[in-house]
């Protein structure tokens, strides 16, 4: 069986579903969770599912990805549009990754429209709500078959 996805949330995502749903909506964390499994599961996948308020907590769990996924989603929450430590660790990851953001950035304040995270991904998704995990799951799953198939050719 192909490794698992790993599906990182950063600051303050514990939070969803609890606050400002105009922006974010009303789907919790738990929700968010358990329609990834579903869709993971749908393509033959496996989600390792965690969220962190701490920089270097988000950093250690992109090292471990490098050796123990096959894939990851990425929702880096504030530290998107701080984080040097986080671009530099995605560089090192080597697997597709894809940026994801259930409000749209560019719509809010103009600190969101900068992300350290874009330059450094496979994909971005934002906008479409708690959907984006599912989309970011789908195009992961794609794109991790396409590898597979490349390296069975070689
Ligand atoms: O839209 C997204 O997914 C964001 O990554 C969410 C971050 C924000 O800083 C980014 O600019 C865009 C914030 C997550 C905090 O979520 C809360 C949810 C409910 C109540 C308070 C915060």
Redesign the pocket.
């Given at each position: 069986m192909a490794k698992p996805l790993f599906v990182l949330n950063?600051?303050?995502?514990n939070?969803?579903?609890?606050?400002?749903p105009e922006?974010?909506g009303h789907t919790t964390l738990a929700d968010i969770e358990a329609e990834a499994r579903k869709c993971a599961g749908a393509h033959g996948l496996g989600i390792e599912f965690r969220q962190s308020n701490h920089e270097g907590e988000l950093v250690d769990w992109l090292q471990e990805a490098r050796v123990s996924a096959s894939g990851v989603v990425l929702?880096?929450?504030?530290y998107?549009?701080t984080s040097v430590a986080l671009h530099d660790a995605l560089k090192a990851v080597e697997l597709p990754v894809i940026e994801?953001?259930?409000?749209?950035?560019y719509k809010?304040e103009p600190f969101?429209h900068t992300s350290f995270v874009s330059p450094v991904v496979t994909g971005v998704i934002?906008g479409l709500g708690a959907q984006?995990y599912s989309l970011a799951i789908e195009a992961l799953a794609t794109l991790i078959s396409a590898r597979a198939s490349k390296k069975g050719q070689a």
């Open positions: 950063g600051p303050n995502l939070l969803l579903g609890s606050r400002e922006i974010y929702n880096a929450g504030a998107t549009h994801v953001h259930i409000s749209n950035p809010r969101r934002c984006g």
